[in-house]
């Protein structure tokens, strides 16, 4: 039983265009809510997280939104650079802890020139 | 990912032998977590320890799997009499005392290999 979903196991963007990583979850007793980022053989790196007691966190080019009736986050990049294709991992957790993460099965972006 | 060391980066062992997986947190973290990746998928929570002690297995398969943080050196993940199943990347995580807005910071992982 999933509680986090990324229903997109891929993306394609034109480089300077806008990416949008869409992850949904079930569980509503999530309050965090984190995006990590994955190039191959490498561990996850942190990119951004929302309480949900928000429902917009910005970060450079980074936007995450939380829309808490809909169980559903996004992930904003923009403008989209090659260097940003990757596997974006969207994380779930209770109480905010951060221990027990909740991660989706991640979508890999990909940028082009 | 600098700062979460872990060793070795590949480990291949055969059926029925253990492996041992090495972490050593960030400077000044505690918190150390142990994730497993398969192919395909998300991570997986595994257990999350302080030093020595456990704070939460419940992710960690009941046998042939245990974890450890003694009170010197590097936590430990234990994997007896492996098997084909256990083929995985396995993630260390640190993270300071927790609270919000102290993300886990990740290592660059174990890939584990069993023939």
Request: hydrophobic share 30%; glycine share 8%; with cysteine.
């Amino acid at each position: 039983d999933q509680q986090v979903k990324q229903n997109s196991p891929s993306l394609s963007v034109q480089e300077g265009r806008i990416s949008i990583l869409n992850c949904d979850y079930t569980n509503s007793m999530f309050d965090y809510f984190l995006w990590y980022k994955k190039y191959p053989a490498e561990g996850p790196t942190f990119l951004i997280s929302i309480s949900s007691i928000k429902d917009k966190n910005e970060d450079g080019r980074f936007t995450v939104f939380l829309n808490k009736s809909a169980k559903h986050l996004s992930l904003h990049i923009v403008p989209s650079q090659p260097g940003d294709s990757a596997v974006y991992f969207c994380a779930a957790s209770v109480g905010g802890s951060q221990g027990n993460l909740i991660f989706g099965k991640g979508t890999k972006l990909s940028v082009k020139p | 990912n600098a700062g979460v060391m872990q060793n070795p980066r590949h480990l291949v062992r055969r059926r029925g032998q253990e492996a041992r997986l090495r972490c050593s947190p960030m400077k000044g973290h505690s918190h150390v977590y142990w994730y497993r990746q398969l192919p395909e998928e998300g991570l997986k929570f595994m257990v999350y320890l302080q030093k020595e002690n456990i704070i939460d297995e419940s992710g960690m398969p009941k046998e042939r799997f245990s974890a450890e943080f003694p009170k010197e050196g590097p936590s430990i993940l234990r994997i007896q009499q492996v098997v084909r199943g256990d083929s995985a990347a396995y993630f260390c995580a640190s993270s300071p005392p927790q609270g919000m807005g102290s993300p886990l910071h990740f290592g660059n992982g174990t890939r584990l290999t069993v023939t």
